[in-house]
């Protein structure tokens, strides 16, 4: 088990960027299939971006793909997002989540991931 904190919302002009963190508490990270989602007003969280354990396996939607870098350090128990070019449509609330020993493969699906962040806010404006 897990336990995930976000930080490192905030807004930001169209254009600019943010980096997201998400410290992991619990449990060592390594083991788990690591992700970002967003959840935009009015529509379901959707998966943005996952990174396998040892980070050889990343996924990106195809609505970030090229602005966003998913990364992590298990040593700091942290994964990371950074976002660029951001856009207005990028607004949302951003949640990091895990999955323990599952197949990291493709954009990040809710109903696979355990354990979730509490959220942090982005706004693109």
């Known amino acids: 088990h897990v336990q995930l904190v976000e930080s490192g919302g905030g807004s930001v002009q169209v254009g600019g960027s943010l980096s997201l963190s998400c410290v992991a508490s619990?449990?060592?990270?390594?083991?788990?299939?690591m992700g970002w989602f967003r959840q935009i007003p009015d529509k379901e969280r959707e998966g943005v971006a996952s990174i396998s354990p040892g980070g050889e396996g990343i996924n990106y939607s195809d609505s970030v793909k090229g602005r966003f870098s998913i990364s992590r350090d298990d040593s700091k128990r942290t994964l990371y997002l950074q976002m660029n070019r951001l856009q207005p449509e990028d607004t949302g609330m951003y949640y990091c989540?895990?999955?323990?020993?599952?197949?990291?493969?493709?954009?990040?699906?809710?109903?696979?991931?355990?354990?979730w962040g509490q959220g942090t806010q982005v706004t693109v404006s």
């Open positions: 619990g449990d060592t990270i390594s083991r788990y299939c």
């Open positions: 989540a895990a999955m323990y020993l599952g197949n990291c493969v493709g954009v990040p699906e809710e109903r696979n991931f355990s354990w």
